[in-house]
């Protein structure tokens, strides 16, 4: 486990579950495929059902903030969604999220790999503030001991050629993060961009880090990342389990922001 900060002050949390024994070698590959399951599933279901009303999916009012752009609601082919500005995954995203996440798709909320992760992570969601010290800490213990925050957590894959995850940020939650089950040979990194005054990106002022499979990585949710375009046609699928830590909270960002400026 390494808790490191950017930039000298913004906290990321990294640590390899399958390493430390958190995550099995065969539950990391049964969460693997109940990812792809999952998604292959939606995309054949969406392919067959393009004319209908029931395949279209629009995306949710933070979702349309974070991409920032207009676009249609038809499901785009993988890995060429006709707009650059989504892909498939965007999709399946919002998919999961109108059906309750995981909750609402049955190859992952009925697994066990699943919510063995999902309670490890809020585990170490809780050592991350625990580690920052301050007010933070009791707050968090506070708010998940009393069941008033929880996670929510949802597949992700980037697949073929065209394949990234736009600039963004996670409004109205606590905490966030990735945790890493396939990381193909050639897979795309995460990058995470420096906080500055202005909206302006400067690369230079960013952090790249190549995920290995196992591993989790937690950060302030409102940190700018994304993944960048793979221009590889056969890239195979790099699998992910995103999650957000949510809970009633006056200022949800302030509980990591209040330490950043510290």
Same mark, same amino acid.
């Given at each position: 486990m390494v808790l490191q900060r950017l930039w000298n002050r913004v906290p990321i949390l990294t640590k390899d579950f399958v390493d430390e024994g958190i995550i099995s070698l065969a539950s990391n590959a049964e969460l693997t495929q109940n990812a792809l399951h999952a998604f292959d599933t939606f995309v054949a279901i969406r392919t067959n059902d393009s004319g209908s009303s029931s395949s279209k999916i629009r995306l949710s009012k933070n979702r349309r903030r974070q991409q920032r752009t207009k676009h249609s609601s038809?499901?785009?082919k993988v890995g060429n969604s006709g707009n650059p500005e989504?892909?498939?995954n965007d999709y399946f995203f919002e998919y999961q999220r109108l059906h309750g996440y995981?909750?609402?798709t049955p190859k992952l909320s009925d697994a066990p790999e699943v919510s063995k992760l999902k309670h490890a992570l809020q585990t170490e969601s809780e050592l991350y503030f625990h580690l920052l010290g301050g007010a933070s800490s009791s707050v968090i213990s506070s708010l998940i001991q009393g069941g008033i925050a929880s996670l929510d957590i949802w597949a992700a894959i980037q697949k073929g050629e065209g394949a990234y995850?736009? @600039?963004h940020v996670?409004? @109205?939650?606590?905490?966030?993060?990735?945790y890493y089950a396939k990381v193909p040979e050639g897979s795309a990194p995460i990058i995470f961009h420096k906080p500055a005054l202005n909206s302006e990106i400067n690369s230079k @002022?960013?952090?790249?880090i190549y995920p290995k499979e196992g591993q989790v990585i937690i950060f302030p949710p409102w940190l700018?990342?994304?993944v960048?375009?793979?221009e590889n046609e056969n890239n195979p699928s790099r699998v992910s389990y995103a999650f957000n830590l949510s809970g009633a909270y006056a200022d949800p960002w302030g509980l990591t922001k209040n330490v950043e400026e510290n």
């Open positions: 038809t499901i785009p989504l892909t498939v995981a909750h609402g995850h736009k @600039d996670h409004e @109205d939650v606590l905490l966030s993060g990735v @002022d960013s952090v790249t700018l990342h994304g960048p375009m793979s």
